[in-house]
């Protein structure tokens, strides 16, 4: 398989490819131009996410393009990060056919999300209300993981844009979240399942906690357990991350 992208690789460095790849699939869907925008100075964007050298790993099947220019990573690149790599590929949840344009809306946010502080791993979680359900109970936009020393923290992310109803709306997913905070199988299989998967400590049922960020322009008085964000940059600053819990 390394041979594949041999001349990708050359004055480039296999470390950087891995990392672009594992970028990539992380967030799901992206452009090239938020890589470049969101990384301004790494030199895995100057050096791996070109639109050359992207093309070059679509052509041989690492990433899918779709015909505006949304990038996803394949099973090939996942492959490739769990051979070569030390990255977290047993986390991946690759997307379900090619994005378009308007799956970008949450990607920005991801791309900051990766790059906060004690930031650990990031998951795409899906609820049913119960396990023979076909249709999913709650989906959050995803469920980041910051660790610092021996202590971790799960926050649900709810990354939205203005809605009709929108007070209805947001009592509809507090109520979920409530819900799957108050049963014991969120933490006895989902997170016990998840916390393998990344290498964390599978910690007793008295200390799980979980909180949730809405980001977006939202006017909302405090929950307990949420935090309301214009953006991630009005996030939790390092010293406060490990604070809030359901």
């Not at 890589?35 to 639109?51: C, I, S, Y």
């Not at 049922?205 to 949420?226: A, Y």
Request: with cysteine; charged share 30%; hydrophobic share 35%.
């Amino acid at each position: 398989m390394l041979d594949e992208i041999e001349d990708i690789q050359k004055g480039v460095g296999w470390k950087r490819i891995y990392h672009c790849l594992w970028v990539i699939a992380t967030v799901r869907y992206v452009t090239q131009q938020q890589l470049t925008d969101h990384f301004p100075e790494a030199n895995w964007v100057k050096m791996v996410a070109t639109k050359p050298k992207l093309g070059k790993l679509v052509n041989r099947g690492f990433l899918e393009q779709s015909p505006d220019g949304v990038i996803s990573a394949t099973r090939k690149a996942v492959r490739l990060l769990k051979d070569y790599s030390n990255k977290k590929y047993e986390i991946i949840k690759l997307p379900k056919g090619i994005g378009q344009r308007d799956s970008l809306y949450n990607t920005d946010v991801l791309l900051q999300i990766i790059q906060l502080p004690d930031f650990y791993a990031l998951l795409y979680p899906v609820f049913r209300e119960s396990p023979k359900d076909d249709q999913p109970f709650l989906i959050p936009d995803g469920a980041v993981i910051f660790k610092k020393d021996n202590m971790a923290k799960l926050v649900f992310l709810e990354i939205e844009s203005p809605k009709p109803d929108w007070q209805n709306y947001l009592e509809e997913k507090r109520w979920k979240y409530n819900l799957i905070a108050g049963r014991t199988e969120t933490w006895s299989e989902w997170w016990k399942e998840q916390s393998k998967k990344i290498g964390l400590r599978q910690c007793e049922n008295e200390e799980f906690g979980f909180s949730v960020w809405c980001i977006g322009e939202i006017k909302q008085d405090e929950w307990r357990g949420w935090e309301f964000k214009k953006s991630v940059l009005h996030a939790l600053d390092e010293k406060n991350i490990f604070q809030t819990t359901t």
